[in-house]
């Protein structure tokens, strides 16, 4: 089965708003990453945690390994953050497990 | 300036052609990876190495092999391409612990 479920699957967001995705583990990750793929493909970093919370302008993230699950906070949602949002966790061997990505629509 | 580069970035192939897929590194990483996306799929390993010579399957490796010759270097080869290998390929770096890891802007085949 699979180690990473993203939600929600797609969400549509206006101009100023914010939300929250979200990523549960169903085994105890070592580490998480998040990023966007924007519409031309490239997938960009935006956090890697092992632990605790980290902030980057209008995102944050939020990583709780004990509780199997991590959090990507949107605020003041622009046209540009428009893209396909994907968390990558590892164990600490060999590959990262991915999610199944989360379509973000924000709108004029 | 910390890079995965992929070549090429788009490839058009005949069905039964070979295809090779190069990636560089200018990390220094030991650990790299090469994905393929798929619409509704999202990233599926297909290969990961360890560092020179040390290469492992992934999730899907039938179809693929793999060559690290050299730690910044890593290279996908199709023999033999098929239709159902048309995808967008992503290579990625880490470091050894497999930390951080970071994404080549992918490769887009199509094979007809």
């Known amino acids: 089965g699979d180690q990473v479920e993203q939600s929600p699957s797609a969400l549509s967001l206006h101009e100023g708003t914010g939300s929250a995705l979200r990523c549960n583990f169903t085994?105890?990750?070592?580490?998480v990453q998040w990023f966007q793929q924007n519409s031309r493909g490239s997938l960009i970093n935006l956090f890697y945690l092992a632990s605790g919370t980290k902030e980057n302008g209008r995102l944050k993230s939020t990583f709780n390994s004990k509780e199997s699950y991590s959090t990507l906070h949107i605020r003041d949602a622009q046209l540009e953050d428009s893209g396909t949002y994907f968390c990558a966790a590892n164990t600490g061997y060999q590959n990262f497990y991915f999610g199944k990505g989360t379509s973000l629509t924000v709108i004029p | 300036d910390m890079k995965v580069t992929q070549m090429p970035r788009y490839l058009i192939k005949r069905m039964g052609e070979n295809v090779l897929l190069e990636c560089g590194q200018d990390m220094s990483h030991e650990t790299m990876y090469w994905y393929r996306q798929d619409p509704g799929l999202g990233l599926q390993l297909i290969y990961i190495?360890?560092?020179?010579?040390?290469?492992s399957e992934g999730d899907i490796p039938k179809g693929y092999r793999v060559s690290r010759k050299k730690r910044e270097h890593f290279s996908l080869i199709l023999d033999s391409a098929k239709t159902n290998q048309t995808s967008v390929y992503f290579c990625?770096?880490?470091?050894?612990?497999?930390?951080?890891?970071?994404f080549g802007k992918g490769t887009r085949l199509t094979v007809v």
């Open positions: 085994t105890t990750m070592r580490a």
């Open positions: 990625a770096s880490s470091l050894w612990d497999n930390t951080e890891v970071f």
């Open positions: 190495s360890y560092d020179v010579d040390s290469n």
